[in-house]
């Protein structure tokens, strides 16, 4: 019989806060059989705590109180790696990967947790250099693979209220949106990137704009700013990209947006993806 394997990820912005806040409710209600997390901002232990009987598998960043990826699942996952790129890439508390078993079938996971960066500034460089790493990681990751998390840029206008106001800010830098170009684009095929350039396209899916269409957002995060959740001028930054195969599985996709913005336990919403097996 197929049986749809609900996959959810999302920026907790620090987990403990996010327990705390009142992320149990959601998931308990929210039936997942595999969680991402990104931003945990603490240790192994922590993370324990707030997933109790969870079996987790993550990379914590050296310095205490940054970024940290993790996943979570019902089941063991007994292969994992974190590396990415070589020794000059700095990808410490930002790419976990689990290869897990469903049925006969093996399906690798990613939390990913691309650099927020700064134009002009190295933070910027080592932005592009995860890129780099990311892109060139992609085509190993196997036929059903899902590179999921909170990955810093808004790939089209659809993707950002206030597209207009944000041309030369990171987030959405030409550089950075062509990146998604190549990921996106035809297997094997030239793709024109928005930055001018010319690359060749990985044949990866994005889950959430094939399943949305062609619509501003759904956005994922809202700046604390002003009354950016009120009025949903947000950014759509978290993902599920999707290996060709698996994105033909996709059963349903949503974007669980609080209420208001006092019943939020992130600045990010969690994005919640079934998949056919």
Not at 230 to 243: N, P
């Amino acid at each position: 019989m197929p049986r749809n394997l609900r996959i959810a990820s999302v920026n907790v912005n620090g987990i403990r806060a996010a327990a705390r806040k009142g992320m149990h409710g959601w998931l308990e209600q929210a039936d997942v059989d595999i969680l991402t997390l990104q931003e945990v901002r603490a240790e192994a232990s922590d993370l324990a705590a707030a997933l109790p009987g969870w079996h987790i598998v993550g990379d914590e960043a050296l310095a205490k109180g940054r970024a940290g990826v993790a996943i979570a699942a019902r089941e063991p996952l007994d292969v994992w790696r974190i590396e990415l790129g070589d020794d000059t890439l700095d990808s410490k508390g930002r790419w976990v990967e689990a290869d897990i078993r469903v049925g006969d079938e093996t399906l690798t996971v990613v939390s990913a947790y691309v650099f927020t960066g700064e134009a002009d500034t190295e933070k910027q460089v080592a932005k592009y250099a995860f890129l780099d790493a990311m892109e060139a990681r992609m085509p190993q990751l196997g036929e059903l693979a899902l590179i999921t998390g909170d990955l810093n840029v808004g790939h089209r206008e659809f993707d950002i209220r206030n597209w207009k106001g944000n041309l030369k800010k990171a987030g959405f830098l030409p550089r950075e949106r062509a990146y998604f170009d190549r990921f996106l684009g035809a297997a094997g095929a030239p793709v024109a990137t928005v930055d001018g350039a010319t690359g060749t396209g990985l044949g990866w899916v994005d889950v959430g704009r094939t399943w949305a269409g062609e619509v501003d957002g759904p956005y994922s995060w809202w700046s604390n700013r002003g009354k950016a959740f009120d009025t949903d001028t947000g950014w759509r930054i978290d993902y599920h990209l999707a290996t060709a195969a698996l994105a033909a599985r996709v059963a349903d996709y949503r974007v669980v947006r609080a209420p208001s913005w006092d019943t939020r336990w992130s600045d990010h919403a969690p994005v919640v993806a079934d998949y056919t097996f």
